[in-house]
């Protein structure tokens, strides 16, 4: 297996060590030449740095997209050109149109898009997804997740929310997507942000967070909180899932087996959340994604319309934020991969 990794940063670091764990050969492409020092640090295994996109694209098997989200729309739809199966950090795009177009060119080329859509794959998560398919807690009636940490300062496209999408489409996005997954589709957002997401020249940036509500098809709510905050802020994540049968509850602070991590040198308050409970769940997602290649493979867990509905809800929500309102989304229904354009609308409370 030949993978094709577009990015050095942190997820970049993650990823890394998965596809060597899975035996892949890597090539690291970057266009601010720290490529060259990622492979340097693995010198002896099967990483190499390669000098343009073109080169890595020509050699793979797979395109593994860690970079700024701006970027992924571009790099995509050329690796998806070049015939190669594409796995893409989180969020796909900034707006559901992108999104779409990624996944109708995946499906028309007849390669994969994979969002990395990676608490799925936190034991956590993926335990309290099963015990919902089960029926353990009955019809779900109240959903409650919050993540938070300290707000990203070790790349500045963090700070500007045309780049980033702010802390509702870059960090609460995660917990959008488990909302979904456990209680289906959103007809309906309401969300608020409070604190100053873009921060400009040397000023210290702020702390910003942000609530919202979704409801669902099913008629369950989820309330979903995400938090960028001081410096210090110890990193947490929370669920609370309600049910006409029972309860779960998961907090992050009271597993001992919940760390952050990092590989190599980082900047301050750079970390990558990590489970050594079991195998790393960056490390899982990789073999999943990596098995639904072959032929007859099994469809992994996240699929390209996670990710285009994942946008579309955080988008919504940051349109609502923004406006005061609450947003009603029309999601796809189509059986393809792209599924149909969905529209939005504002509804007056």
């Not at 959103?186 to 921060?199: M, S």
């Not at 354009?341 to 409370?349: D, G, I, L, S, Y």
Request: net charge negative; glycine share 10%; proline share 5%.
């Amino acid at each position: 297996m030949r993978i094709g990794l577009i990015g050095a940063g942190g997820i970049a670091r993650a990823h890394l060590p998965g596809w060597l764990e899975l035996g892949a050969r890597v090539s690291v492409y970057t266009v601010d030449g720290s490529a060259r020092k990622l492979a340097a640090e693995y010198a002896g295994r099967e990483v190499t740095a390669v000098a343009d996109l073109d080169t890595l694209l020509a050699d793979c098997t797979a395109v593994d997209i860690c970079t700024p989200t701006p970027t992924h729309k571009e790099l995509a739809l050329a690796a998806v050109a070049a015939g190669r199966h594409v796995v893409c950090e989180k969020p796909l795009a900034l707006n559901a149109p992108d999104a779409e177009e990624m996944a109708a060119a995946a499906e028309a080329a007849g390669v994969r898009l994979h969002p990395a859509h990676v608490v799925r794959y936190f034991p956590a998560y993926a335990a309290m997804q099963q015990a919902v398919e089960r029926g353990e807690l009955g019809d779900l009636a109240v959903l409650r997740f919050t993540r938070g940490g300290a707000r990203p300062q070790w790349a500045s496209w963090f700070a500007d929310p045309a780049m980033s999408g702010g802390v509702i489409m870059d960090l609460m996005v995660h917990d959008i997507d488990v909302a979904r997954w456990i209680a289906g589709d959103v007809v309906r957002v309401h969300a608020q942000t409070r604190g100053v997401e873009h921060a400009t020249g040397g000023a210290e940036a702020e702390v910003v967070s942000a609530t919202a509500v979704l409801t669902h098809v099913s008629g369950a709510i989820s309330h979903i909180t995400g938090l960028w905050g001081l410096p210090d802020q110890q990193f947490r994540t929370t669920f609370r899932i309600a049910g006409s049968e029972g309860l779960l509850r998961h907090d992050s602070t009271s597993v001992p087996g919940y760390r952050i991590t990092a590989q190599g040198v980082r900047a301050a308050n750079e970390g990558i959340p990590s489970s050594p409970m079991t195998e790393s769940p960056y490390l899982s997602e990789l073999r999943e994604f990596a098995a639904s290649w072959e032929e007859g493979g099994r469809a992994p867990r996240v699929g390209a319309r996670d990710g285009i509905e994942a946008v579309r809800i955080a988008e919504a929500a940051v349109e609502s934020s923004r406006t005061g309102r609450a947003i009603e989304i029309g999601t796809s229904r189509a059986a393809g991969t792209a599924g149909i354009p969905a529209a939005t609308k504002e509804v007056t409370r």
